[in-house]
């Protein structure tokens, strides 16, 4: 019999019930064509390869990471705390040690979800992965953890997370926002005023090909990863690089991608986006699976596959290598780049404007941060979403809180004016508690 080298726990969930529209992209296809794909070849007779059901996350967990408005349950239906659940399964089962790696396939995705949630960004309700990081951390004590983000969008509501938490590095590897959504994604976005360096960003070309995603990994993430030495490496695997994706403009290959997990070497992957159902996604997943169990996955390969389809143009080749040096020397440069930020300065602002693209809500928040040399920071946001009716006030004490940003925290969240808002929220990541007047 077969037998995998690296023990691999593998979790299935495709959500039959949940669909934004019964022809949209993200639909329950996009798994049960992986799912056949699997059962077909023999993936699950492989000795040392299992198959785990997944469970649904708590509202506990899922407050642990957001402020849903007004309620986990009006913003999270049963298959979002399904498919969070599932990486909660794969988690437990690499940190009890039953397997070496684990791969999440499931859906809704939630990348695009960030801290405050009034409804779906880019298919995404809430947040699959910082569920199950901050699920880690709370059941199984402090993690340094890096999170490398494959999908071709970039993950903008990860990186809202994290971008003040500096045990938690951010690399986003994704199509130019100048030309694909969310638009965002630059390498000055770089992480907040106390985490400044810890939020990474690689914006590639269109008709970037399977030369210049393996070169960013080589060349940029592979080095930053060694320097940062995290206990747990996450892939938030998004699979609509792939030179079929109806919605994006790569030039990816299963192989391409199987050849990335392998130098990646992640404990836990997530699927997020991809929506060539036929064309890619079985043979992505299949490839990815081979490389994180550490069996051979040369034979893999698309039926229309040409190495034209995933080659790239020479400008493209030299513009990826001179983005990856730019923004490693700004990553070996990040604390004195944050020196610089913030000299003289008790606390920082940000205006943003945040756009629900599936139900066409538009938030505006100006968000502060204390700066401080001592914990993430203390960190408010005043939030209005007209469309909804709502105005509310988010307090964040963060996991490492100092006594002072406690303080201030607790005192900000006492005497916020009740009258000016439709909702005063008190995240406690310390205590493990959501608060809400």
């Known amino acids: 019999m077969l ?32 799912q056949d794909q699997v059962w077909e070849e023999g993936i699950l007779d492989i000795d040392g390869i299992t198959e785990y059901r997944p469970r649904p996350a708590g509202i506990k967990d899922v407050e642990r990471v957001h402020i849903c408005v007004p309620d986990v349950r009006s913003r999270a239906g049963d298959s979002d705390l399904i498919a969070a659940g599932g990486a909660l399964v794969a988690a437990d089962a690499v940190l009890r040690g039953e397997v070496d790696r684990a791969f999440a396939i ?12 009034y409804g779906n960004r880019g ?6 992965e910082a569920i199950m990081i901050e699920y880690i ?41 100048r030309t694909l959504y969310p638009g965002s994604g630059f390498l000055p976005e770089f992480g907040g005023p106390n985490a400044c360096g810890y939020t990474l960003n690689l914006p590639l070309p269109p008709e970037t090909g399977e030369e210049g995603f393996l070169y960013a990994v080589e060349n940029l993430i ?10 747990l490496i996450i892939n938030s695997a998004g699979q ?16 391409g991608y199987a050849r990335l997990t392998e130098l990646l070497q992640p404990h836990i992957a997530v699927l997020e986006g991809g929506y060539s159902i036929e064309g890619a996604l079985p043979y992505v997943n299949l490839g990815i699976i081979l490389a994180l169990a550490g069996l051979d996955y040369s034979w893999v390969r698309e039926p229309d596959y040409s190495p034209a389809k995933v080659a790239q143009p020479r400008e493209i080749t030299d513009y990826i290598a001179r983005l990856c040096r730019e923004t490693y020397a700004a990553w070996r440069q990040r604390h004195e780049i944050r020196a610089r930020s913030v000299a003289g300065r008790k606390e920082i602002s940000r205006q943003r404007r945040v756009y629900y693209d599936t139900e066409g809500l538009l938030e505006l928040q100006k968000e502060t941060t204390l700066v401080c040399d001592d914990c993430a920071g203390l960190t408010w946001i005043d939030s209005r979403c007209a469309d909804r009716g709502e105005h509310i006030l988010a307090v964040f004490i963060p996991r490492d809180a100092c006594p002072r940003c406690r303080q ?30």
């Open 106 to 117: 499931v859906r809704p995705p939630g990348h695009h979800a960030q801290r405050i949630v």
């Open 3 to 34: 037998k995998a080298p690296h023990r691999l726990g593998l979790v299935f969930f495709p959500a039959y019930d949940w669909a934004i529209s019964p022809t949209h992209p993200e639909r329950e296809e996009r798994l049960l064509y992986t």
């Open 222 to 231: 592979l080095p930053v990863l060694e320097d940062f030495r995290p206990d």
């Open 123 to 128: 298919f995404c309700n809430i947040n699959i």
């Open 137 to 177: 951390r709370r059941r199984y004590g402090p993690k340094r953890i890096a999170i490398v983000d494959t999908d071709c969008h970039h993950g903008d509501g990860t990186q809202d997370i994290y971008w003040h938490d500096k045990d938690t590095l951010y690399i986003s590897i994704h199509q130019d926002g």
């Open 408 to 437: 201030e925290g607790e005192k900000l969240f006492r005497r916020a004016d009740r009258r000016t808002y439709t909702g005063v929220y008190l995240q406690d990541r310390p205590e493990d508690l959501l608060l809400k007047e």
């Open 240 to 255: 609509d690089n792939h030179y079929t994706d109806p919605i994006t403009n790569m030039r990816f290959s299963a192989r």
